[in-house]
């Protein structure tokens, strides 16, 4: 593109601008997105509207393209970085309007595994989509998950495992959660390469998530499920 042909965000109207971040998230393009933000925080958009249809529309789209095989891992790691630092200035913002939340997730991978590319990427597009993710890192024993649970009381508890040693300590927190008796009170969400869905089954998990695009359409389907059946027993 030439300088002649460069886009001035600001001189575009709302929704020319809200396409524009769409092309952008999806190129990477981080400062891009921050200027973006920051111009639609300038015309009194509120901090929701904008991860909502200017954040989470164009990391929608980012899910549905790598789904579908047309974007790959690094795209879409780019993509996320990029949404990140929009959601680095509306955070706060958000927080103080106490803007509602899709979600929370607690997620890590699990003990004796220190793979984290695939986990990163889900907890990128979980926040992408509008969850609150708490990530825990890297090789995490039982207890660093019940802890977690306890304080911070998410909707979704997310276990990643790349290696075949490693995928059946999946079991053990799952196991020890029902022998707490708190099973129920989490979707126990389950992701990896040497994963398929008999293994999540076998475990006891809700649910097993081939890729992070997967992930999100799970939680969101399981959130508003277990939001209705919460409103049912009101």
């Known amino acids: ?88 200035i509306l955070k706060p913002l958000l927080i103080e309007t106490g803007a509602p939340r899709v979600g929370k997730m607690v997620i890590g991978t699990v003990k004796g595994d220190i793979h984290d590319i695939g986990k990163n990427l889900v907890s990128m597009m979980m926040e992408g989509a509008g969850f609150e993710v708490v990530d825990l890192g890297i090789n995490n024993a039982v207890e660093n998950y019940l802890e977690a649970l306890e304080a911070e009381q998410p909707d979704i508890l997310g276990m990643s495992a790349l290696l075949t040693t490693t995928m059946p300590y999946m079991k053990v927190v799952i196991d020890t959660m029902i022998e707490q008796g ?18 999540g089954k076998a475990i006891g998990a809700d649910a097993y998530c081939r890729d992070a695009a997967v992930a999100v359409e799970t939680a969101k389907d399981y959130v508003a499920r277990k939001h209705n059946r919460m409103a049912a027993g009101a």
């Open 182 to 199: 708190i099973r129920e009170d989490y979707i126990v969400l389950v992701g990896g390469a040497p994963l398929n869905e008999e293994f």
């Open 1 to 88: 593109m030439s300088d002649e042909d460069e886009i001035i965000l600001s001189e575009l109207d709302d929704e020319e601008l809200v396409q524009q971040m769409f092309d952008d998230l999806y190129d990477g393009l981080k400062e891009e997105i921050e200027e973006g933000v920051n111009i639609l925080l300038d015309r009194d958009w509120e901090p929701y509207r904008i991860l909502t249809e200017a954040l989470v529309g164009g990391m929608t789209i980012v899910g549905k393209d790598f789904r579908d095989g047309i974007l790959f891992v690094p795209e879409v790691l780019l993509a996320a970085n990029a949404m990140k630092g929009g959601m680095a």
